[in-house]
């Protein structure tokens, strides 16, 4: 399968209408690319530092926007995660959903929220992603801070996944440098995954951003990844050969399903 990550400039996010057409260019580029999958940042509308009432205006029209997009999924064949922020009643919950064509959304609720803005703006979700089938892999979700828990990744591994999608917006500093280039390749080497982590990169009018967008193989290894001020389009090819190697070196899903307390 080819991946299609799109590292995002944050100043260029946009909510409504005009941000559906930058969502629309990124899938048209995934398409030229001969992407299976393209990947967006968290809270790819409005942009993650729009604020509490742009993120609630945005999570009002949620299924009218994820309709949208499941049409240019269809007419492109492309498949899409991206963050998004969604209503649930009264509250609004920071989510990742991907789409996959001829396939139902699915759509997760982020569990761990970061910081006053998050958690002045969002109600946490409570239970893990589901786990589903696309191509030859089976695909879970996540939301920035969530992947910085190891229970988050090793639920979703212990569920079956071997592709884990996590949209971010990590801030920028030496210890998201740290996230980025050490925690997260470490999470799919411990759980022999696949995980591809998508951020923006440069600043909108509250928050600055690290960059340093990844695509992990399960042995670790960084299949693409961004720089820290350039948006880009990283693609990366992800073959289910590439489990063969770790799981058998080190095979810590296996161990722990067969020890006792």
């Not at 559906?20 to 030229?32: N, V």
């Not at 998004?84 to 996959?100: E, F, I, K, S, W």
């Not at 949209?167 to 050490?182: D, N, Q």
Request: charged fraction near 20%; aromatic fraction near 8%; proline fraction near 7%.
């Amino acid at each position: 399968m080819r991946l299609a990550l799109f590292q995002l400039d944050a100043a260029a996010a946009r909510s409504g209408a005009d941000g559906l057409l930058g969502i629309d260019r990124c899938l048209a580029r995934a398409r030229e690319a001969g992407a299976d999958l393209a990947h967006l940042p968290e809270l790819a509308l409005p942009g993650y530092g729009a604020g509490a009432q742009a993120l609630r205006a945005e999570a009002e029209r949620a299924a009218e926007t994820i309709a949208r997009l499941q049409e240019r999924v269809e007419e492109t064949r492309v498949a899409l995660a991206l963050g998004l922020p969604v209503a649930d009643g009264p509250v609004v919950r920071n989510a990742a959903v991907l789409l996959r064509p001829g396939e139902a959304p699915v759509v997760y609720a982020k569990r761990f929220l970061y910081g006053d803005y998050e958690r002045g703006a969002f109600s946490p979700g409570t239970i893990i992603s589901p786990v589903v089938a696309f191509g030859d892999f089976r695909v879970g979700l996540l939301v920035c801070f969530d992947v910085e828990f190891p229970e988050t990744v090793r639920a979703l591994a212990q569920a079956g996944a071997d592709l884990v999608l996590v949209p971010t917006a990590l801030p920028a500093g030496e210890g998201a440098r740290f996230i980025a280039r050490s925690l997260v390749p470490t999470r799919a080497f411990e759980n022999s995954v696949f995980l591809s982590y998508a951020d923006w990169c440069g600043r909108d009018a509250r928050f600055a951003y690290q960059g340093l967008s990844m695509v992990a193989g399960p042995d670790g290894a960084a299949l693409a990844q961004g720089g820290e001020a350039q948006p880009a389009m990283l693609v990366a090819d992800l073959d289910p050969a590439a489990f063969a190697g770790p799981r058998a070196a080190n095979n810590y899903l296996g161990e722990l399903a067969d020890s006792t307390p």
